[in-house]
């Protein structure tokens, strides 16, 4: 599938700064979805975005897919230690059009 | 409504034997897929099978790897002859009947080959 790149790898925040990570693609997406990842747990689909700049907010959460539909960020307003975990990106591809094409993951840390 | 069981959750094995990974999917879910995570890094695409069916089998390696998915029970995820590089979180997805772009995953199978 179409590899998409994660940027930054790793992020220290202080609890209430807000944290951003960005997805990045040089083709096209159909769509782009969104995961979080606790420490020694499992992915918990947290939204899919599909049509050319779209924004879609959750709380604290804001995610935008880009005017191109190549990139996408998902940007954390007023951190707190609950939001700690790996973000990973992800779109759909494959044979069968059901395959999951995951980023590397953003990992959050944050201080209390 | 249950979610995507896995078992076990933790599985040790030697160089040489064999490990089997099993998945149950959510209750009416009937798409199966297969995800392998390396530590520190994102998930990898495996297997994606439907009942009796594997669709989609581009992210297995070509030896010692195979996955399927019977009429009754669980998907299995069978890895023969394990190395050290077989050590990893396997995680296991579902989706409904009716395709969707929304795959619930699993709790993950950790396997230490040592």
């Known amino acids: 599938g179409q590899q998409v790149m994660q940027i930054p790898q790793y992020q220290h925040v202080q609890e209430g700064e807000d944290f951003t990570t960005y997805c990045n693609s040089s083709?096209?997406?159909?769509?782009i979805q969104w995961y979080k990842q606790r420490p020694g747990g499992h992915p918990v689909f947290l939204i899919q975005l599909v049509k050319s700049g779209e924004v879609k907010k959750q709380k604290r959460l804001t995610f935008q897919f880009g005017e191109a539909k190549k990139n996408s960020s998902l940007h954390i307003t007023a951190t707190q230690t609950t939001d700690v975990g790996t973000y990973f990106c992800a779109h759909q591809s494959g044979n069968a059009g059901n395959m999951l094409t995951f980023g590397g993951g953003t990992r959050l840390m944050v201080k209390p | 409504n249950a979610g995507v069981m896995q078992n076990p959750r933790h599985l040790v094995r030697r160089r040489g034997q064999e490990a089997r990974l099993r998945c149950s999917p959510m209750k009416g879910h009937s798409h199966v897929y297969w995800y392998r995570q390396l530590p520190e890094e994102g998930l990898k695409f495996m297997v994606y099978l439907q009942k009796e069916n594997i669709i989609d089998e581009s992210g297995m390696p070509k030896e010692r790897f195979s996955a399927e998915f019977p009429k009754e029970g669980p998907s299995i995820l069978r890895i023969q002859q394990v190395v050290r590089g077989d050590s990893a979180a396997y995680f296991c997805?579902?989706?409904?009947?009716?395709?969707?772009?929304?795959?619930?995953f699993g709790p993950g199978t950790r396997l230490t080959v040592l």
């Open positions: 083709t096209t997406l159909s769509n």
């Open positions: 997805a579902s989706s409904p009947r009716l395709v969707t772009d929304t795959q619930y």
